[in-house]
């Protein structure tokens, strides 16, 4: 849930025609059935005209294999980029609800995408692009967030510069609702505004003929839709569900006199998981505070942690693009010598991505293959 919106044109009422010669093409795009967020959106063909279906595995994509929980620490910066934005998803971990991956394209694509069963929310982590969508275009940059509600249909122009953290998530995510007022607007003392949301930018409807391929994902494979129109034909659309992004570097992260636990830092929420984004920010005004996390035990959750810039104080052998498992069952903190080391540093400069996962999550074997095999001993050296 974000706010209303509305772009192009359209009939006065819903399910309503202007014109008997030109009826536009009203569809419904919702969650939750008929009552969660939706948009309506008016097509200048039938949304519906698909030439033919086809079944695609989904390679690379596959989830892989599980291994036991343990603290782990995944090299990403090792993974080879791939494919498009479409195949060059590589999923690192995952459980029923989600699915954790790094997405490094190496290439172009014309083709469109769809996921059918994952909300999902990019982190970008270098580069910049266009995302283009039926509603509209976003262009976006390094430490912008994406969110792309299930069953848009979308590409990524510029996908070959740029390397993201994926968050796909069956259930709906959304801004913490504890952030919005009972009048929908987010309040004061949350650590972003509503100004800071971008939404898409309807581009002109275009329903040239041609050969148009949107790759529906069901998960573990992929229905090949080929349409001989374009779908970017939407001449107008309105309502709550969209995509939009928001840029890391609008928000004013919450600090206090001492440390500051994780869900100050929330800036989605599902059922499933709560991520948050640690930003730049001065450290605890305490005299004598330990501007550093204390030793934790998630009992409930599996916390990941993707780091994208600046100097990661609290991690020993950490670099941009390192991905972190903090399991439950185990506990974690500071490395030996980390508290010491960062008493009286005054901020940091640091952006990182968490995910605190609900279920257990699975590690993949493209994840084990970029797998730092030290990191669990990093508590004992
Ligand atoms: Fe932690």
Known sequence: MVFYVKQGRMPESRHTYDSRESILREELFGEESFEGPYSLLYHLGEPTRVKSLSRKEKGSLAKGSQAEMRHRHIKSFDIEARGDFVDGRIPLMFNSSLVLSVVKPLNETKRLYRNAVHDEIWFIH????????????????????????????????????????????????????????????????????????????????????????????????????????????????????????????????????????????????????????????????????????????????????????????????????????????????????????????????EIAVMVEAYEPLMVTSSALKAEDAGYMESWYK
Not at 131 to 151: R, V
Not at 208 to 213: H, K, T, V
């Open 126 to 349: 270098k580069g910049s692009g266009l995302l283009e969508t039926m509603l509209g275009n976003i262009a976006f940059q390094k430490d912008d967030y994406l969110y792309i509600p299930k069953g848009t249909t979308y590409r990524i122009s510029g996908a070959s510069g740029i390397e993201a953290f994926l968050v796909e998530s069956r259930q709906r995510c959304s801004i913490p609702p504890r952030y919005l007022n009972v009048y929908g607007q987010i309040k004061e003392g949350a650590p972003f505004y509503t100004r800071d949301i971008r939404v898409p930018s309807l581009a002109k409807p275009d329903d040239s003929p041609g050969e148009y391929i949107v790759m529906v994902d069901y998960g573990d494979y992929f229905l090949e839709e080929l349409r001989d129109r374009n779908p970017f034909d939407v001449a107008g659309w309105d309502g709550y569900l969209y995509p939009f992004a928001i840029s890391t570097r609008l928000m004013a992260p919450i600090v206090g006199k001492l440390h500051q636990p994780p869900p100050v830092h929330e800036t989605f929420s599902s059922p499933s998981f709560m991520l948050g984004t640690f930003l730049p920010r001065k450290f605890d005004f305490h005299p004598r505070s330990i501007p550093i996390s204390y030793y934790h035990s998630n009992i409930d959750t599996d916390e990941v942690l993707f780091y994208s810039s600046g100097n990661f104080m609290s991690r020993r052998g950490i670099s941009p693009g390192s991905i972190t498992l903090h399991v439950r069952g185990l506990i974690h903190g500071p490395q030996p010598g980390a508290m010491e080391a960062a008493i009286g540093k005054e901020g940091t400069d």
